[in-house]
């Protein structure tokens, strides 16, 4: 399994977890899950903000940044500047 395939397993994997809370709190909204705390990291509604905080709140973690909801695609941001 190649690096990428299993950033997405984990992110998912976190998602799901979650995903009777957040989809409550935070449906449809954009949030950015840090792969290496296993939590959201920020939530708004336009993907520039939310990644921008992401990075600015917790500089050289891993996110994965998607919709709340049935329509998850929004993008993925990697930080591989692992500090």
């Known amino acids: 399994m190649s690096d990428p395939d299993?950033?997405?397993?984990?992110?998912?994997?976190?998602?799901?977890?979650?995903k009777?809370?957040?989809e409550k709190l935070y449906s449809g909204k954009i949030i950015a899950i840090d792969v290496d705390a296993n939590d959201i990291v920020s939530v708004g509604d336009h993907l520039k903000d939310v990644s921008l905080r992401a990075r600015?709140?917790?500089?050289?973690?891993?996110?994965?940044v998607r919709r709340v909801?049935?329509?998850p695609s929004v993008a993925r941001l990697r930080n591989r500047n692992y500090a």
């Open 69 to 71: 909801g049935k329509n």
């Open 56 to 64: 600015k709140e917790r500089p050289g973690h891993r996110f994965f």
């Open 6 to 18: 299993k950033f997405d397993i984990e992110a998912k994997h976190i998602y799901e977890a979650h």
């Open 20 to 22: 009777e809370e957040w």
